[in-house]
């Protein structure tokens, strides 16, 4: 069985798709590849932020659920998103970006030998920048070339995620054999597990909280985690693992950007596995992703009623 080779996207729940776009965009440096809508809930917008080309493993998408209350976080729950950037000078230069865009913070850390900066958005949700410098493993993408963060300091993909659980020793268990990470290190209550060729972009911490109260989706929070396959073929085999383990699934379903697979290992925790391709560059141009509604062509009939449902977000650079 081929293992699972990192961290594919994380989706999130934000109050604000312009708010969002605005962060991740001008705060951030990390490029809107591509500006779509939820498959199952046409109302509501799914954006996509990544590295320059949007390489797999690199990207945060949001959900912006209309009516949706604030989350809690807490136990039980994807808590916190990494990303990585090339060392530990970039992690210095972004907490001087985030005093001098007054975005809150916690001051560079370390955890697991690596230089860290936790800090959060202004709906509360978690992320931190960690140091690629003394890394080794999934190999990153490549920063926004055009963005406004220069490329030597640049967000450029995913890091660990983090997962709180107030059952550490059952959800290991299931974690290790299910999904076939495995922990490799721990300090205190922070246990880190890894897949294929490891490093942070094939990471998860699972933190072991007892203590907090279970937390609540909403915004503010993550909605779930994928983690990557390179094609079909190996989807397919872990549908067939998922059925073997009994474990209630999606099945196979085809998102267009990319093919997926949805279960529950815990509640109310859900995983997804995706393939790495074919990506977002097949109905938009390099020079200008992200800034016209795409919709996949099983939507496309419908884009006159979703225009006129979802509000229109200014999202054009090139100019």
Same mark, same amino acid.
């Given at each position: #069985?081929q293992?699972?080779t990192?961290?594919?996207?994380?989706t999130?729940?934000?109050?604000?798709? *312009?708010?969002?776009?605005e962060f991740f965009?001008e705060?951030l440096?990390m490029?809107?590849v591509?500006k779509?809508?939820?498959? &199952?809930d046409i *109302?509501t917008y799914?954006?996509?932020?990544?590295?320059?080309?949007g390489?797999?493993?690199?990207? #945060?998408?949001?959900?912006?659920f209309?009516?949706?209350?604030?989350?809690?976080h807490?136990t039980?729950?994807i808590?916190?998103t990494?990303?990585?950037v090339? &060392? &530990?000078?970039?992690?210095?230069?972004?907490? &001087?970006?985030?005093e001098?865009?007054n975005v809150?913070?916690? /001051?560079i850390q370390e #955890?697991? /030998?690596?230089?860290?900066?936790?800090?959060?958005?202004f709906?509360?949700q978690l992320?931190?920048?960690i140091s $690629?410098e003394h890394?080794?493993g999934?190999?990153?993408?490549?920063?926004w070339?055009?963005g406004p963060?220069?490329?030597?300091?640049g967000?450029?993909?995913l890091?660990?995620v983090?997962i709180?659980?107030?059952q550490?020793?059952?959800?290991k268990?299931?974690f290790e054999k299910?999904?076939l990470f495995k922990e490799t290190?721990?300090e205190?209550k922070?246990?880190l597990?890894e897949t294929g060729?490891g490093g942070?972009?094939?990471?998860?911490i699972i933190v072991d909280d007892?203590?907090?109260?279970?937390a609540?989706?909403?915004?503010g929070t993550?909605?779930?985690?994928?983690f990557?396959?390179?094609?079909?073929?190996?989807?397919n085999?872990w549908?067939?693992r998922l059925?073997?383990f009994?474990?209630?699934n999606?099945g196979y379903i $085809?998102?267009?950007?990319?093919k997926?697979?949805?279960?529950r290992?815990?509640m109310p925790?859900?995983?997804?596995?995706?393939t790495?391709?074919?990506?977002?560059m /097949? $109905?938009e141009?390099?020079?200008?992703?992200?800034?016209k509604?795409s919709?996949?062509?099983?939507? *496309?009939?419908?884009?006159e009623?979703i225009e006129a449902?979802?509000?229109h977000?200014?999202t054009?650079?090139?100019?």
């Amino acid at each position: #069985m081929q293992q699972l080779t990192g961290i594919h996207h994380v989706t999130a729940i934000t109050s604000s798709a *312009e708010k969002i776009y605005e962060f991740f965009n001008e705060i951030l440096g990390m490029r809107l590849v591509k500006k779509t809508v939820n498959q &199952d809930d046409i *109302e509501t917008y799914h954006l996509f932020f990544a590295d320059d080309a949007g390489n797999a493993g690199t990207d #945060m998408t949001f959900f912006d659920f209309k009516g949706a209350s604030k989350g809690k976080h807490g136990t039980n729950e994807i808590a916190r998103t990494s990303f990585r950037v090339p &060392d &530990d000078k970039a992690v210095s230069y972004f907490l &001087d970006r985030f005093e001098q865009f007054n975005v809150k913070h916690e /001051g560079i850390q370390e #955890m697991f /030998g690596k230089k860290i900066l936790p800090f959060e958005d202004f709906d509360g949700q978690l992320y931190q920048i960690i140091s $690629d410098e003394h890394d080794s493993g999934v190999a990153p993408g490549t920063p926004w070339k055009n963005g406004p963060v220069p490329e030597a300091y640049g967000i450029y993909g995913l890091g660990p995620v983090f997962i709180n659980v107030s059952q550490f020793t059952a959800f290991k268990a299931a974690f290790e054999k299910v999904y076939l990470f495995k922990e490799t290190a721990s300090e205190g209550k922070y246990h880190l597990f890894e897949t294929g060729k490891g490093g942070n972009g094939a990471s998860v911490i699972i933190v072991d909280d007892v203590e907090s109260r279970s937390a609540y989706q909403g915004y503010g929070t993550i909605h779930h985690v994928a983690f990557r396959v390179p094609d079909e073929a190996a989807l397919n085999e872990w549908v067939e693992r998922l059925q073997q383990f009994n474990l209630p699934n999606s099945g196979y379903i $085809d998102r267009y950007f990319f093919k997926s697979l949805y279960a529950r290992l815990s509640m109310p925790i859900l995983f997804e596995i995706a393939t790495d391709g074919p990506g977002f560059m /097949g $109905d938009e141009p390099y020079e200008t992703l992200g800034e016209k509604l795409s919709l996949p062509p099983f939507l *496309e009939s419908k884009r006159e009623e979703i225009e006129a449902q979802v509000r229109h977000i200014d999202t054009v650079r090139s100019h």
